[in-house]
Nanobody
Framework: QVRFVESGGGLVQPGGSLRLSCAVS???????MSWYRQAPGKERELVAR????????DYADSVKGRFTISRDNAKNTVYLQMNSLKPEDTAVYYC????????????WGQGTQVTVSS
């Protein structure tokens, strides 16, 4: 069973920054890691993804240039640095681990609330 400890969410003013962290148990180094978010009344959407080696990252168009995903395999942790935050970034942010071996396996964190408001 994969376990997650997410942290770093909170209330921030527009233009501010937050860094989300997600510590993961298990074979972290082989997982592709992602951050998703879900705003009230909306579907969950992919925000950023990083492969197991950390060599490739992908971002939603809405966060490109503002958010950075990174990972530290020695600490079993993935991060999401969020800069220039906007009110539309307000959502619950979820950490996701994925492993493909014949078929895809994935696990989800409990989510952390990010609220961008003045």
């Amino acid at each position: 069973q994969v376990r997650f400890v997410e942290s770093g969410g909170g209330l921030v003013q527009p233009g501010g920054s937050l860094r989300l962290s997600c510590a993961v148990s298990g074979a972290f180094s082989i997982y592709a890691m992602s951050w998703y978010r879900q705003a009230p009344g909306k579907e969950r959407e992919l925000v950023a993804r990083i492969l197991s080696t950390g060599g490739r990252t992908d971002y939603a168009d809405s966060v490109k240039g503002r958010f950075t995903i990174s990972r530290d395999n020695a600490k079993n942790t993935v991060y999401l640095q969020m800069n220039s935050l906007k009110p539309e970034d307000t959502a619950v942010y979820y950490c996701n681990a994925e492993w493909t071996f014949g078929r895809s396996y994935e696990w989800w964190g409990q989510g952390t609330q990010v609220t961008v408001s003045s």
